[in-house]
Structures are given as C-alpha cells and as structure tokens.
C-alpha cells in the first residue's frame, strides 16, 4: 500500500479482509483500488469531479457520480461493511444526516476531519482571525469547508446522535501521533480519524 496517503494507510488497517467498502468523496480513488488489491475488499467509490471520476475508472475503481449533499438514498440499508469519508465531511451541508446515513447503509463507519480545537487555530482566533493551517489552508471567503468542528464537537453528536466510537486517533499535519495527541487529542491533534457504528 506504498502509494496511499498516511492517513489512507491508517483507515486501510481498520479494514478487515473480504469487506464491501463504500468510499463517499472518493477522490482518484487510490484507497479502494488498494482495498480491492490487498484486501480483496469490493465496494463503489461516490465522487462529484469528473476529473477525479476517470482517475477512479483507470484506477479499476467502480465509481457513481454524486452530489452527497443530495443523499445517499440511491443505496439500499446495510449494503456496506464499511461506508468511508475522508476529510469531506466538513465540506457537506448536512453532516450530521450524511452521519446517519452513512449508518443506515454500512456496519460502520470512518471519517476523517481537521480538528478545529487544535492549539494552532485556538491562537489565530485569540487575536482575530479566521485560522489557516496545512490542513485548513483556504481564507474565510474561499473556503469549501462550510461545517468545521473540533474533536470534542464531534464526540458530543456522538453522543446526542446515539453512535458508538470503535476508534479515535488524533494525528498531526504529517499523521504521526504521539503522547500529546493521545493526552489531550483535541488540544494537540491537528486531523481526527474516528471509526464508529450505531449503539447497540
């Protein structure tokens, strides 16, 4: 899996073998192609650019072109083991349906964010700014990111939305974790990575 990102060679390690994989904001479609390879996972990728669409289709990626803002009811309940959605979730204008959603058609579900509680963009806002980081980089009047949140945040609709956290790492802008991050995740984790499923 040499050619995933980071933090796709984490979420590949949640993964168990033989699994039926949907990946919403699917991108060229690298983290399933590695799936189907090394996992024998199958599964479809949901992606809106057209660009990134073909990357997916020469990648042997099954790919659907879709808007998640528009739902996901084009999929049937339970069809996925696990429904995947890499730093997007931030992007959506529903997050906390797409959430649901993602658990009405998968066992489980992954997502990654930028930590908004990160100590970096707790200072820019003390003194008045908007914050830019490597993984918030665009200002407030072009940004895509339209629901950003902070671990904390994101543990609390957990709770009040009746979802189980399974895992939660908090890495920095090259994913590696340490101590801090582990201590105090939502003070010191630059990205969260969460996999979660319904309460029992």
Not at 54 to 78: P, R, Y
Not at 119 to 133: E, N
Not at 154 to 162: H, I, P, T
């Amino acid at each position: 899996m040499n050619d995933l990102r980071p933090d796709q060679t984490i979420i590949a390690g949640w993964i168990l073998p033989g699994s039926r994989v949907l990946d919403l904001g699917c991108g060229d479609g690298r983290l399933l192609a590695a799936l189907q390879r090394d996992h024998g996972a199958s599964g479809y990728g949901v992606e809106i650019d057209p660009d990134n669409i073909v990357h997916c289709i020469a990648n042997g990626v099954n790919v659907v072109q879709s808007n998640l803002d528009d739902g996901l009811t084009d999929f049937d309940d339970n069809s996925f083991d696990y429904v995947i959605m890499t730093q997007t979730i931030q992007a959506v204008r529903y997050p906390d349906r797409l959430l649901q959603e993602m658990l009405r058609i998968g066992r489980e579900g992954i997502v990654t964010f930028p930590n908004m509680g990160h100590w970096k963009c707790r200072v820019q806002i003390a003194f008045g700014r908007m914050p830019i980081t490597q993984h918030l980089p665009n200002t407030w009047y072009n940004t895509p990111n339209i629901h950003i949140c902070t671990i904390n945040d994101f543990e609390d609709y957990c709770q009040s939305g009746r979802i189980e956290i399974l895992q939660r790492t908090a890495v920095d802008a090259l994913h590696r974790s340490g101590v801090t991050m582990r201590l105090l995740p939502n003070l010191f984790g630059e990205i969260a990575m969460y996999r979660f499923r319904r309460q029992p």
